[in-house]
């Protein structure tokens, strides 16, 4: 069962990386910053695989 948890949320770094993209996409759009959202949320996301590509 172990195996099944960590295959499907990961690890907790990964999971800690997912809630804090959440955290900022959600206070971006709670202040206002949809349009720069777009933009920023996906360069998160792909400095954060960047960075779990080298770990």
């Excluded at 202040?31 to 996301?45: D, I, R, T």
Aim: glycine residues 10%; contains cysteine.
């Amino acid at each position: 069962m172990n195996a099944f948890f960590k295959t499907l949320f990961g690890d907790l770094y990964n999971l800690l990386f997912v809630g804090c993209v959440v955290g900022i996409a959600a206070l971006m759009v709670h202040f206002g910053q949809m349009h720069q959202a777009v933009y920023a949320v996906p360069v998160l996301l792909l400095a954060g695989a960047a960075w779990f590509a080298r770990r």
